[in-house]
């Protein structure tokens, strides 16, 4: 399941309803059909919500304050904030962070209307205020020119989901979280005049996460989440996170994912037509190879191998024409780490 900042979450968990009740009726009137030695010991059937990103906090508003948990078994979270993203700061304040990173300042109107933006704000400690550190409030946002009354109700709307978390060795149903990390990410903000600058580290420690969500935030108290080497947007699609899904359905221990540290990706959001632009492999080496292809028509491009230059590890690459193209890295034994590069012709 997966969700959109439209509309608040607990609009999209409402409409989730007739579709996961007419689901489970579904299923439960299968497993009634079965002969009685079949369904001897076995439970009558419930709900396993899995959702990614903002589908993640959806799904945990549904089980909390929709359905009241008496149908969900489990909820399994890839890459939920569960305290927000500096990213929708980003948005609200600049345009940025938008799907590409592109053509995104003219949307940024739109975007101050959206409450489920509000709804992914970061809510740890992220804003460095005088050398404190302190939560981002509807104050500030406004300061940004975004929409104080949204914050607040976006506020408000977290900090209810949040309540209903409790004690996570009593939380019925459980929480299952995956993890994006090793990513660049945005961990700290301070603002100046109405005008915000982002920071990859607390307090001069870089603890990374998926690109999007800061990996502290992507779990609720008291949840000991897996840990995945992979970007926000291709944490959901891995080989691992469906190991991990059927993991928890099955109700097997996966154990620890047995493969040598992943590798970070830091690239442009945007290049232009035949200019060669550099993609950083953080925690690479030399010799790992890597692979740009057409996102829009999945073909490979050309492939190269990473370089040691000026204290970094570094691929060149170029693209041949306008569109949206994916840059992969493997760092080792987990899935290749993916993120998407928007490619414009020269003006």
């Known amino acids: 399941m997966r969700s959109t900042p439209s509309k608040s979450i607990a609009d999209a968990a409402e409409k989730l309803a007739p579709v996961a009740h007419e689901h489970l009726e579904q299923w439960r009137r299968q497993w009634k059909a079965l002969p009685e030695e079949d369904r001897r010991g076995l439970p009558e059937p419930g709900l396993t919500l899995v959702g990614h990103s903002m589908g993640g906090l959806v799904a945990s508003y549904f089980t909390a304050f929709v359905v009241g948990g008496e149908l969900v078994r489990k909820v399994v979270t890839l890459g939920t904030p569960f305290s927000g993203s500096l990213n929708a700061v980003n948005v609200l304040a600049t345009g940025k962070e938008f799907p590409l990173g592109a053509f995104a300042s003219s949307l940024r109107a739109t975007a101050r209307t959206l409450p489920g933006l509000y709804e992914l704000m970061a809510r740890w400690k992220c804003v460095t205020?005088?050398?404190?550190?302190?939560?981002?409030?509807?104050?500030?946002?406004?300061?940004?020119?975004?929409?104080?009354?949204?914050?607040?109700?976006?506020?408000?709307?977290?900090?209810?989901l949040h309540s209903a978390f409790g004690d996570a060795a009593e939380r019925k149903p459980p929480v299952r979280c995956l993890v994006g990390t090793t990513q660049p990410t945005l961990q700290t903000v301070s603002f100046h005049d109405g005008i915000p600058e982002f920071f990859e580290d607390i307090n001069g420690t870089d603890h990374r996460g998926d690109g999007t969500v800061f990996r502290f935030a992507a779990r609720p108290p008291g949840v000991e989440p897996a840990y995945l080497p992979q970007s926000h947007g291709a944490l959901a699609k891995t080989q691992e996170a469906v190991e991990f899904v059927a993991a928890v359905l099955t109700e097997r221990e996966l154990g620890e994912f047995l493969a040598p540290p992943g590798v970070g990706l830091r690239i442009p959001e945007i290049v232009i037509v035949d200019q060669p632009f550099i993609v950083e492999i953080l925690d690479g080496r030399s010799g790992l190879t890597c692979h740009l292809s057409d996102a829009e028509e999945n073909r490979l491009v050309t492939m190269a191998q990473s370089k040691a230059h000026d204290g970094s590890v570094q691929v060149e690459f170029k693209v041949p024409k306008p569109g949206l193209f994916r840059v992969a890295v493997s760092g080792g034994g987990y899935s290749a780490v993916e993120r998407l590069v928007g490619a414009m012709a020269q003006t």
């Not at 005088?130 to 104050?139: E, F």
């Open 129 to 160: 205020d005088y050398g404190a550190l302190r939560s981002v409030t509807p104050g500030d946002l406004e300061g940004i020119g975004a929409s104080r009354e949204l914050a607040e109700a976006a506020a408000a709307t977290i900090g209810k």
